[in-house]
């Protein structure tokens, strides 16, 4: 199966600060994606949505990830 993921960008750029794991279940939550151990933000390309609109949401994702690692980093 296909995905579409961040390359682990969010984690590459913010690192992992303890309590990573909360903030990445709440983005799992916001926005409907997967957050795999290691951090990386992805999606299935199943056929439900179009490929722009899945890019679109792991793009957001993975920005407002990094974004709250690195608040999370103090």
Same mark, same amino acid.
């Given at each position: 199966?296909?995905?579409?993921?961040?390359?682990?960008?969010?984690?590459?750029?913010?690192?992992?600060?303890?309590?990573?794991?909360?903030?990445?279940?709440?983005?799992?939550?916001?926005?409907? @994606?997967?957050?795999?151990?290691?951090?990386? @933000?992805?999606?299935? @390309?199943?056929?439900?949505?179009?490929?722009?609109?899945?890019?679109?949401?792991?793009?957001?994702?993975?920005?407002?990830?990094?974004?709250?690692?690195?608040?999370?980093?103090?």
């Amino acid at each position: 199966m296909r995905r579409i993921d961040d390359g682990g960008a969010a984690v590459t750029l913010a690192g992992r600060p303890r309590g990573w794991r909360e903030i990445a279940r709440h983005i799992e939550d916001e926005y409907c @994606v997967n957050v795999s151990r290691h951090g990386l @933000v992805f999606l299935p @390309v199943t056929g439900c949505l179009p490929v722009d609109e899945i890019e679109a949401r792991i793009a957001a994702a993975s920005s407002a990830f990094a974004n709250d690692l690195l608040d999370l980093q103090g």
